[in-house]
């Protein structure tokens, strides 16, 4: 069975710490062990035209659609959800299974 994607795109607020939401979602993930993974970073190489004002991108790997799922409902994520659907000026979510084309080396 494929692992499972939740990749967020997302331009946060000018006033947001930014910080505190990332803090935030590292504690959310550390707390639900559906989460298989969590990555993320903020974009400092793509021009501005091809990045249409988007900042950061976050990715949460699931061993399953059934633990995507499990996560979705988990009453912790519900409720970080509000604090972070606040931060957010404008976001893009994909959620998919993952096609393993080179797999990570050890």
Known sequence: ???????VVVKFKEEVVVEDIIKGLE???????TVKSFVWGKDIESMEMLRQGFT???MMTFGSKDDFDAFQTHPNHLEYTATFSA???????LDFPAV???????
């Open 87 to 93: 931060a957010i000026e404008k976001i893009v979510l």
């Open 56 to 58: 950061h991108a976050l």
């Open 27 to 33: 504690n959310l993930v550390s707390q639900v062990d």
């Open 100 to 106: 393993v084309v080179k797999p990570p080396t050890a």
């Open 1 to 7: 069975m494929a692992e499972f994607v939740h990749l």
